[in-house]
């Protein structure tokens, strides 16, 4: 049986990123190729991100941004996750995308959560330690975690500072990062101890000192991460054995005894 | 700018798998509602791959295939990329497919492999034995291993004798089986010692005896598989703790010594 | 500079699914190998979810399910997803994680929240019409739509009577399609029109029948749907060209016009 | 039954990249906290790759490539993957990954393949003109095609001309780039017409140019392409509806008629 009804009259794909014609390729409305080699891929980034070019030194920035996060080492389920299925003999750039999608709720994603926390604790129209203290409360009233705030390892996280002078320097240290810091120093007196800000924090701030969507929080780390995790692929596919395997004697089983079949 | 440009006028897909209409989903021409209940999922995956509903036993011999590879416990690369991912808070269904990525050439590969090797075999024309020398002894002159024989775990591999049991019973243990076995049978001569099918071999045998396309050699892996990547990330978010992690003391570095920017 | 620190003491992995040493694999207990052939793929997906063989017919019925699920053509995006991704030459198992990712909140996503919003009704302890008149009040008031209920293409949805009717057969017809039903009787008094129950809402009742977590609810669509993935990317890669193109000229672009670099 | 066994004596992972203690995390020797906001992502992509900061204008080339590879609009199967599998209600990271398996064989690919060809061919020892009309001679008698040579919509690519360009103000159009040359001037000779380098080709010839492993060759795309999957995974569940669906009037169906069950 052959059915072949007539296409839609729409276009399929509707776009206003960019657009592809023989010959041109043309980003926001700028030539890729003039971009090419006169700016940097941190303004490009931006430029993709929030539609227009740096006016000033946001694509420093976001590069700043891009090198915190590039490496965390194998301390990371993401880059666990993508030397497994390297070790198993796939594409470089299947095994980067399962390390990709490890970058779950527990994995970068608190961007988003404290860039949420720091709008609205701001929407309050309240002075910063008033308002700070306000969110945080109600945090800790409804149980839970003040999200941007402590790590497992690192105390205090040592990229914060490094990020925020950056900011500093280029001339983007705002209103957020104050907010941000409000936060961190009113969580002794809410919640017992002081919780540091961490990196995640920190870029939750930057973002909205660039003006980006919140909803782009996980962003830094998905473009950030594949380097890294390219250079963990690499390095799993030509120094390891293939077929990483922990070995049946190192599993601590504790399921039903051997049973026959009813 | 707005370009709007006429859309094709052909169909963007075309496809034989089936069709759907409102208030109809036909699979091969078979109506989908028809098949629910009066189908095993046997015959629904042998009707998709070979486009036709089982003449016989294929459907039993295809839900055999399904169980032997359903699941292999955290002794693999896939689900140990699955359970990371898992616990850096992702939905199900993006960790599954970390997992799934991971079933790379050393992963279930080797059933592709394998089927072709059977296929070269055959095309000499030779009786099995003969054939299966050649075979052998071209992989072993080209340094090369043979595929779907050997296994790091199991020897011999439980799965292997199982399947072409149930083979048997179904009327479907046939020519491929017994080249499959004459390979076996002459790898004692050819390699020094005796290598024994291991489950890959005996699925690449089974999936020429079902009459399928080589190329589909992963899908028994692909199809199996999920249940035991579902078990396993429940598993991992519902009985630890999220964000897996190795610990940095666990980790042994052997790259450069600290040093400074030049 | 080489660091080797002492291992952990304790396993890195536990599970209580499966167990493999030399020559045995064990799932919940079970032999594998005894399972092959003995018992149906629906039946060991039923031992992997819920950690026992089924008593009765649960294997029978989630192997119903799996075929309700199975295939819907290309009208749906994880397919359209695995089509492109497979014409760009990517190994199959790849492919198919592309579209299973796919199978997010608007697209499979239904069943929990659907088990949930059952959960929550029948915790009421009314009597079935007034409790679903409750949920789906609730739910109009908060601006939400009922998940499970309503279809854009098939109203009423034909898999959704089948699926019930091999319930009946098997036994597992009970207060949770009951409950079902219940809603959708009552969606035309409160949201003005029926809803007639779509295929989410009929696997979230028998999810619930099995005794299966609704934290599961997904797993159907990941289990059944690999199938039918591996049929489109095996046809995508063997029928079409690669590297699959809408073509320029059938874009629409809006964004910014052409513009020079700063 | 609970079985623990005394755990492996060997660190888990072992690498090279990086290390993490708490309050520091090296990258290759150097302080992460250094190179923030003072080296730029180019920069760390190279360290990553190759173990090294560059010793010249690596980064800058790095990030030309970058730049050349950052957006390619709809007109390219794994962006639209993404922004199916965006439209189906997926976290960012997940969408992004279903792009990123898309660059596969036909998408990227061919810069690996096309580095090999260059080593080959400088292997040989001969003039680079004489060289490549081997090369292109050998791949042509071999009914194959010339890797990174010819594109479908742009001739020329207008890429390569300024990647080569930036290569030569950098300091790093030398050998590979002049052997990338001779064999686009003898495709008219051998292959009847004029093949003109593609993104690819060009991308290739630099990855040699930097030194990187021909291995390597996808890094550039794998790592250039997230920041434009972001921006339409954005834009996709920003401005469109959920649920992308092409329609079901809209699919041409091919297979067997309607039947019923046998």
Redesign the interface.
Known sequence: ??????????????????????????????????????????D??YL??S?D?PKANEG?MV??C???C?????????V??????A????????????G??????????AVDDTARAFLETAETGKPDREAALETARALKAAGRRLPGYGH?????D??VA??F??AG??GLRGRWCALAEALEAVTEEVFGRTLRMNVDGALAAILLELGL?P??G??F????R???????V??E????R?????????????????????
């Not at 590039?70 to 993401?78: G, K, L, W």
């Not at 070790?87 to 399962?98: D, E, F, H, K, M």
């Not at 497992?152 to 205090?156: F, L």
């Open positions: 049986m052959l059915v072949r009804v007539a296409a839609t009259t729409d276009p399929f794909w509707r776009t206003a990123i960019s657009r592809v014609t023989p010959g041109e390729i043309r980003v926001r409305g700028y030539d890729l190729v003039e971009l090419i080699g006169r700016r940097s891929f941190g490009v980034v993709l991100l539609g070019l420093r590069e700043a891009l090198v915190a590039a490496e965390h080492s194998v301390v990371a389920p993401s666990d996750a993508a030397r497994f299925v070790s198993a003999g796939v594409p470089l750039q299947a095994a980067v995308a399962a990709l999608i490890g970058l779950g709720d527990h994995h970068g994603g497992p390892v690192h105390d205090p040592p990229r490094r990020l002078d950056v320097e280029l969507d909803a782009l996980k962003a780390y998905v473009i950030a594949p380097p890294g995790f390219v250079a963990h690499h390095e596919q030509t120094r390891e293939p077929y990483r395997d922990v070995g049946w004697q190192n599993v601590a089983y504790d399921g039903p005894d051997p049973r026959r079949l009813p």
